[in-house]
């Protein structure tokens, strides 16, 4: 498992200018925007073999690498955004000037200084974004081992397993965090710096337990606000997946597939996914927070079909005429529910700036007697606020939503009415068998398959939301009928 490399803070390359510019703030940095990476080696190995007639065994094993993180490019890779500000505002010229009115070697405004990077206090340096000096380019190792049986002509059960290895995973992260005061609920550790403690907060300067975070921050000088895109995790995925096929059978085709699996990761869609915490909690001990994927889902099953009633199945003219061209078709879905942290917002004594990222504290003991209901559909007792300076002791995936169940059907009959006429007549059910519950609700709390899941919230912990009761669980059937005469 990888660390994002802050057990290892002495480091003697320097981090990468703020604001986004990809220069260091140092002479001597290399001049590529990112480190070349040239031991980049993604072999494939895979083998077949046929044990039997109807068995076949089938494996391999791959290495496939991703793209270099390019999140926010547009400011990132900005050469000149440290060396030079906005453009000088000159006037318009009448046209009757003998030279122009713009001079060349003043159109920028002065640099930004040293005493301006380097002087003022550290929470005031003018970027905060930066540039991960190690990040090299992402890439999975993935592995399978399958095989398949027919069981007979046209029906074919497949088993196999999948895992994957996720390497130099990205994210974005708070790199200048400080770390937590040496004790908590001491408001005082909210200040940046010694110098901020005047007024209201004077007292803060004979407090003994006072650490600005300034004190506490891994790279001095730099704001704790500091955030970097970071291609330094690791994500994991083990599945087992079982299909059976049919081939026309008859009129009958389908395609049964379950999946039982686990898919772990630090952060899922650089923090973007519903459910996921907005950053990570404590960047100097991510590993904490590992959990479940955004995506994962425990159990999943899919099932397709088709059927079509076969023509001239009766001697009969008019039999055949009725029974045939009819077809049903559909797909349904079962699926366990996504997971979602619990959260606690609260003033950072960390970071600063970013909210949305503190996870709450768990007992993890669930109460006696309790029963899921909409206004509580977790237990909310074993949830609360960590202190002051504190983070909390759960990870990003300490609930799961409800189940997910759809089924999409459709009927029609194709009838011959001469020989170069053919009428169709379709209906389309979409949602005929969902669930009770609707994942993308427009009046639910983040849609209604995600629960209030913030301990100071005064829904926490409900399915519905309160402005519009039972309607928030809104999950329309939608029919669509369809007749088409081709000739």
């Not at 974004?129 to 497949?158: A, C, F, G, K």
């Not at 009415?417 to 949602?431: C, G, H, P, Q, T």
């Amino acid at each position: 498992m990888e660390d994002s490399g802050f057990g290892r803070i002495g480091f003697t390359q320097p981090l990468l200018a703020g604001g986004g510019n990809p220069n260091f703030l140092q002479c001597g940095a290399r001049n590529t925007l990112v480190p070349i990476d040239n031991k980049d080696f993604a072999p494939r190995l895979g083998f077949a073999y046929q044990a039997l007639d109807k068995f076949v065994v089938r494996g391999g094993f791959g290495m496939f690498y991703g793209l270099y993180n390019r999140y926010y490019d547009g400011t990132q890779f900005d050469k000149n955004i440290l060396y030079t500000q906005t453009a000088q505002t000159y006037p318009s010229p009448s046209g009757t000037e003998r030279q122009s009115t713009a001079v060349l070697n003043g159109l920028w405004a002065p640099p930004v200084s040293s005493a301006e990077l380097f002087q003022t206090p550290g929470w005031k340096f003018p970027f905060n974004q930066t540039n991960w000096p190690y990040n090299r380019n992402p890439y999975d190792e993935q592995w399978t081992l399958d095989t398949e049986y027919s069981l007979t002509p046209t029906l074919m059960l497949d088993v196999g397993y999948v895992g994957d290895h996720g390497v130099h995973q990205e994210s974005q992260d708070i790199i200048g965090a400080a770390r937590p005061p040496r004790v908590a609920d001491d408001p005082c550790n909210s200040l940046v710096d010694i110098s901020q403690a005047t007024g209201d907060d004077a007292h803060c300067l004979t407090d003994p337990n006072f650490e600005p975070m300034d004190t506490r921050t891994p790279y001095a000088n730099m704001p704790p606000y500091l955030y970097a895109n970071i291609n330094g995790f690791a994500s994991s995925y083990n599945g087992l997946q079982v299909q059976l096929i049919e081939r026309s059978y008859h009129g009958l085709n389908f395609h049964a597939n379950y999946t039982w699996s686990k898919a772990m990761d630090l952060t899922s869609g650089i923090n973007n996914i519903n459910g996921e915490p907005n950053l990570i909690q404590d960047p100097q001990h991510p590993y904490q927070e590992y959990g479940l994927s955004g995506s994962d889902e425990t159990h999943r099953f899919v099932l397709t079909y088709v059927y079509t009633v076969p023509d001239h199945i009766f001697s009969s003219r008019l039999l055949n005429t009725v029974v045939s061209g009819w077809t049903a078709s559909g797909v349904y879905q079962l699926g366990s529910g996504l997971p979602f942290a619990v959260q606690s917002p609260q003033t950072d004594q960390m970071a600063e700036f970013y909210g949305g990222r503190i996870n709450a504290n768990s007992t993890y003991r669930t109460r006696a007697g309790f029963k899921r209901t909409l206004t509580e559909y977790f237990d909310t007792t074993k949830y609360s606020s960590p202190p002051l300076g504190r983070y909390g002791n759960t990870n990003k995936s300490v609930e799961r939503t409800p189940y997910i169940q759809n089924l999409d059907a459709s009927f029609g009959k194709n009838t011959h009415i001469a020989e170069s006429v053919n009428l169709l007549i379709r209906a389309d059910i979409f949602n005929l068998g969902g669930t009770w519950h609707s994942p993308y609700s427009p009046t639910g709390q983040n849609g209604s398959m995600f629960p209030s899941s913030w301990v100071t919230s005064s829904t926490f912990g409900q399915l519905i939301n309160t402005n519009y009761g039972n309607v928030s669980l809104w999950n329309p059937h939608v029919l669509q009928l369809t007749g088409q005469i081709t000739f």
